[in-house]
C-alpha cells in the first residue's frame, strides 16, 4: 500500500516542480482528498524555487534538504512521498554562447561532450544526489514512495532506433541508480516503495519538438494524473521497477 491509499499523515514534496510535468504534478497532489479531507502539505524544489535546488551545486541539495527536514518537523509528520519530475533533452546548456541551443544526437558524428556532460549532470547525477541527500528524511515505517521521472528511451532493450546518445545514456543511468536505491531503502523500511517512470510523450517544452503526427500526446494535468495512478497501484514487491504511465513493466 502506497500512503496516498492508506492517507496516513505525512508530507509530500516534488523536485523538479517548475517544469510542466512537475506543476502538474504538485497541482494534483495538493489537491483535498475524498470525503473532504484537507488538502496534504507538499513542497517544491527546484531551480526557481525557494530554496533554490540545483544540480551543479551539491551544496543547494543539503540545504533544501535541511529545509524539508525543518518543515517535516514543524509539522510533526515525516516524508511520504517524493517525485523527481526534473529532465533535460534540449536547450541551452550554462557556459555555452548565448542563443545556442542543444538538440539530440542523430548521429555518433554529433556527439558532443558538453551535452553529454549536462544529460548526465541533469537526469542522472542530480538524481543520484536527491537519493542522498533527501532519502534518509522518508519514513522510516509505514508506506513511503519515491518516483523518479525517467524515459523509455532509456530502456537498452527497447532501443531499436539508436541516435539520442546523451539522453538516452543518461536516463539509463538513472534507472540504475533507482533500482540500486531501492535495494538500500528496501533495508530500512520493507514498506517503500521506489520506481523509475516513464511518462509518454507530454505536452511540455521538453517533449513539443519531438512530437511526431501518430504519437498519443497528452496535457500535464492528464499525465500527472495517470503517473500518480500508477504510484497509488503499487507495492513494496514492486520497488525497483520501471513502468510506463499506464503501469506496465519497461525492459531494461
Not at 515525516?78 to 544526437?105: C, D, K, N, Y
Not at 522518508?138 to 532509456?154: D, E, N, Q, Y
Request: hydrophobic share 45%; charged share 10%; aromatic share 6%.
Amino acid at each position: 500500500m502506497t500512503p496516498l491509499q492508506t492517507h496516513q499523515p505525512g508530507v509530500g514534496l516534488v523536485i523538479g516542480a517548475g517544469g510542466g510535468l512537475g506543476a502538474a504534478l504538485l497541482n494534483d497532489l495538493r489537491q483535498p482528498g475524498p470525503q473532504a479531507q484537507a488538502a496534504p502539505t507538499v513542497l517544491a524544489l527546484g531551480r526557481h524555487t525557494t530554496p533554490v535546488l540545483d544540480y551543479t551545486d551539491e551544496a543547494t541539495l543539503a540545504a533544501a534538504a535541511q529545509w524539508v527536514a525543518a518543515e517535516c518537523a514543524a509539522l510533526a509528520q515525516p516524508l511520504r512521498m517524493l517525485v523527481v519530475a526534473s529532465g533535460f533533452l534540449h536547450g541551452v546548456i550554462p557556459g555555452q554562447a548565448e542563443g545556442r541551443s542543444t538538440q539530440p544526437e542523430r548521429s555518433w558524428l554529433q556527439l558532443d561532450p558538453a551535452y553529454l556532460a549536462h544529460c548526465f549532470a541533469v537526469n542522472a547525477i542530480g538524481p543520484a544526489l536527491v537519493v542522498k541527500h533527501f532519502f534518509p528524511l522518508l519514513a522510516r515505517s509505514g508506506p513511503c514512495v519515491a518516483g523518479f521521472i525517467s524515459a523509455k528511451v532509456g530502456s537498452i532493450g527497447d532501443n531499436a532506433l539508436g541516435g539520442w546518445y546523451g539522453y538516452r545514456a543518461s536516463k539509463a543511468a538513472l534507472n540504475q541508480i533507482v533500482r540500486t536505491a531501492a535495494i538500500e531503502l528496501a533495508r530500512r523500511n520493507r514498506q517503500a516503495v521506489c520506481v523509475a517512470l516513464h511518462p509518454g510523450t507530454v505536452d511540455t517544452p521538453l517533449s513539443q519538438p519531438f512530437a511526431k503526427a501518430g504519437l498519443t500526446v497528452r496535457s500535464p494535468a492528464v499525465a500527472a494524473g495517470e503517473l500518480l495512478a500508477v504510484l497509488r497501484g503499487l507495492t513494496p514487491a514492486q520497488s525497483g521497477g520501471f513502468f510506463d504511465y499506464r503501469g506496465q513493466v519497461l525492459p531494461w
